[in-house]
């Protein structure tokens, strides 16, 4: 069984889980369900740099990346660096992340936050709302057209950004349409955690220009950038890069500088 699949599987159970335990009235009574939300597509619009930078403890692939640092001071850090917007992973098990990050970041800072995760169920989208986020993932490898076109129309009726995530041409294809405001080129192959710029290069083309173009891991220098902004790319999702270091707000704030030469 593929990483993905099994990252799945779990999710449903703990989704279920998670229902039985809050209800969705708790949720929409939360103090953050009622703020208004950044619109992250338009920050990238604007922006030079595009980088979105993200906190992530682990991952499925590198194990451990960084566990010292604190949600508070990487979210800080981020803001004062000049990132356009900040994802964050809220899978457990896989990425050792939590709502609760999601909570910290939004309460010390004022950008667009991603919730970073397997979204599965309307459920998840109610709980990024009530916990403070701006912006939803969809993953199309994971979804079929139908739930892609049904969580993303409920994210903006709760006037969440969406980024959907495509891999590939034939997910690209069955993902397009109205209800979504970026598309994401993820450059690592699921199966094989193999990493690859062209991807983004060959799926820009198909990309239609009234969506935000992302483009997302693997991309870890300044020449990768500039390589893709030609081709219409205004986002880049900065992972592990910043947060293998020892200040991931310092490293950003360097890397946007020399972007920006």
């Known amino acids: 069984m593929d990483i993905l699949t099994k990252i799945v599987n779990d999710k449903r159970v703990e989704v279920k889980l998670r229902k039985q335990l809050i209800p969705v009235s708790q949720l929409e009574q939360s103090v953050l369900f009622k703020r208004e939300t950044i619109s992250l597509a338009k920050k990238l619009r604007s922006s030079d740099t595009g980088i979105i930078a993200e906190h992530k403890r682990r991952s499925p692939s590198k194990q451990v990346i960084n566990h010292d640092l604190n949600v508070f001071d990487v979210a800080k ?6 990132v356009c917007g900040i994802s964050v992973l809220t899978d457990g ?7 609760d990050d999601l909570l910290t970041a939004r309460a010390s800072c004022n950008l667009p936050l991603l919730r970073k995760e397997f979204i599965i169920d309307e459920y998840q989208i109610l709980e990024a709302k009530a916990h403070g986020a701006d912006v939803i993932l969809l993953i ?14 409920f994210a903006k009726h709760l006037d969440l950004d969406v980024l959907l995530e495509v891999h590939n041409e034939e997910e690209l294809n069955k993902s397009v349409m109205p209800s979504l405001d970026m598309l994401g080129v ?6 094989t955690f193999e990493v690859r710029l062209e991807t983004s290069k060959q799926l820009s083309a198909l990309i239609p220009n009234d969506f935000v173009k992302v483009s997302e891991s693997g991309i870890s220098t300044i020449e990768a950038i500039k390589t893709l902004q030609p081709f219409g790319y205004k986002g880049f999702l900065i992972g592990e890069n910043f947060m293998k270091t020892t200040n991931a707000g310092e490293s950003a704030a360097q890397f946007i500088k020399n972007l920006q030469k």
């Open 77 to 82: 850090g981020y803001e004062n660096a000049g």
């Open 93 to 99: 098990k896989y990425f050792g992340g939590s709502l």
């Open 140 to 153: 199309a490898a994971i979804l079929t057209r139908a739930e892609i076109k049904q969580f993303s129309e």
């Open 186 to 191: 993820n450059n690592r192959n699921l199966k």
